[in-house]
């Protein structure tokens, strides 16, 4: 559905300062003191007002699972979670998991099992992968499956992804 | 989306005292409460649900799951889907409702969707979620595009004129073979409502889906001491192998002692206008050995009121088939 410019709103919600919060978000282990629009979901503050747009923005209805992240070391979609409800939080992004020179296992294995195409779900793919790790996710391909289920892959990699995912739960 | 006051109350009393200035706790409350926000944040990026104020309950101290002295369980409103799903207790005793859990949703939806959002989750009919169709749910009066059109995945129990949406849940069907009694404080104070009496059926006010008033918070589901010996499953027929809603499904708690039923517990989802209660084909079945006949004609009895839209007939047979599936599981 195309955006609308809702008439019903409050003229003072089109006023830049009026309503804001001040939120303090802690993301990747930095704190972040914020004013933000109460409406501004955790994935939208991650991307717009903090620049980290490794997690993407797919449905943004929790249908497909590109904006997956960590809070408190869980997996959740950050389309669905109003940043405000978030303080006192702590969040990982794609961000927060090992850097181009130094990989985390897991995007290592992402690479060296190609499992990916166009590349817009795999943040949260390997955010999801990540979480997996700590999960009761039995040992076959088919558990792996059925705990991935919440990302979808738009180029069909799952092959591939189920591949990388058994590759790393092997190495660590 | 609209814009909202966000709230973030002290205490549930604070909580219940800002829900209570609504005018309504159902569809079209101005004042909504802000649990997981799976379902909530979804329908008012959509518009369906465009609340004036937002008040967080994620601070309240309503997360916990605890044994209690008389062998039951008690879910804080706020416990996450993951965390009652995996708790020790509900893998062994209320193994159907462990198991309905984890077959709704993904992970990531589970582990921020609570115990009270997911009985408060709204129908998926696609034209409750669209608001440029008519939809009587989601206003009122301006008919049902349902009737007649996309139906396949709608009720076929419970429906009305007016409304034919499915409750959507897996975890509230559980819970309603399990008998869960819900508990909710209001501006009028402290209630229970046993699950069987909470959802209201559609008839001519579907917009109405459960006994809710204004300002009333959910503060706690209680589930009676498990039947002893009861063996239990939940068994979930969809169209892909995860993350999707149910077309059918069956939560059944059966018990066997002495080669005869003696406590049999089942309900139905993905059928009904609400997570549907089967107490005469539970009936049928009781101080009777397990039968496949008799399983037959219990499904019978279960799906005899059900009334096929244009496109989602397939679904009483199916339901039936189920539900015999389910309790020869539990009885082999």
């Known amino acids: 559905m195309s955006e609308q410019i809702d ?84 969040i990982v992004t794609i961000e927060g998991v090992g850097t181009p020179g130094q990989l985390h296992p897991m995007q290592a294995a992402f690479l060296e099992k190609d499992a990916y195409q166009c590349g817009f779900c795999t943040s949260g793919q390997i955010m999801s992968a990540l979480a997996l790790l700590n999960e009761p996710c039995g040992a076959s391909d088919d558990d792996v499956r059925e705990f991935m289920s919440g990302n979808i892959c738009r180029c069909g990699a799952y092959a591939n992804i189920v591949a990388a995912i058994q590759h790393a739960r092997g190495q660590s | 989306m609209r814009t909202f006051e966000f709230l973030r109350p002290a205490d549930a009393a604070a909580a219940i005292a800002a829900a209570a200035l609504s005018p309504t706790a159902q569809q079209g409350a101005s004042v909504r409460f802000l649990a997981g926000g799976t379902t909530l944040l979804d329908l008012m990026k959509l518009g369906v649900e465009a609340p004036d104020r937002v008040v967080d309950i994620n601070r309240l101290g309503l997360g916990g799951i605890e044994r209690e002295a008389d062998g039951g369980l008690r879910i804080g409103a706020t416990a996450r889907n993951s965390d ?28 921020a969707a609570t115990t009270a959002g997911n009985l408060l989750q709204r129908t998926r009919c696609l034209y409750f979620r669209d608001t440029a169709t008519p939809c009587n ?62 959802y209201l059926l559609p008839g001519d006010r579907p917009d109405r889906e459960n006994v809710l008033e204004p300002g009333e918070l959910v503060t706690h589901v209680r589930l009676p001491a498990p039947e002893r010996g009861a063996r239990a499953a939940y068994l979930k027929l969809r169209d892909r192998a995860s993350y999707e809603f ?87």
């Open chain 1, 7 to 90: 008439e019903r709103a409050a003229p003072g919600a089109r006023d830049e300062d009026e309503g804001r919060l001040a939120v303090t978000l802690s993301i990747n282990g930095q704190r972040h003191a914020l004013q933000i629009d109460p409406r501004t979901t955790l994935l939208d503050c991650l991307r717009e007002t903090l620049h980290l747009t490794g997690t993407k923005k797919g449905c943004d209805h929790g249908q497909c699972g590109a904006c997956t992240v960590h809070v408190n070391g869980r997996r959740q979609n950050a389309c669905l979670a109003l940043a405000a409800a978030r303080e006192g939080d702590e």
């Open chain 2, 84 to 111: 009652l799903a995996h708790h020790p207790v509900v893998r062994a005793e209320y193994a159907a409702l462990s198991r309905a859990i984890l077959a709704g949703a993904s992970t990531q939806l589970r582990n």
């Open chain 2, 137 to 198: 749910k989601r206003e009122p009066g301006t008919g049902c595009s349902a009737i007649g059109g996309a139906n396949r995945m709608l009720a076929v129990l419970g429906t009305s004129e007016h409304c034919i949406a499915t409750n959507p849940s897996d975890m509230a069907v559980a819970m309603m073979a399990y008998d869960a009694v819900i508990h909710v404080q209001g501006p009028q104070g402290e209630r229970q409502v046993p699950i069987a009496a909470f």
């Open chain 2, 246 to 332: 149910a077309l059918v499904s069956a939560a059944v708690s059966v018990a066997v002692t002495g080669g005869r039923m003696t406590a049999v517990r089942f309900a139905l989802g993905g059928v009904g206008a609400r997570p549907w209660r089967l107490p005469a084909a539970e009936a049928a079945l009781l101080g009777q050995a397990p039968d496949d006949a008799l399983f037959r004609q219990a499904a019978d009895l279960a799906l005899a009121g059900a009334r096929p839209q244009s496109q989602n007939g397939f679904k009483i047979e199916l339901a039936r088939r189920c539900l015999v599936h389910a309790l020869r599981q539990v009885t082999a």
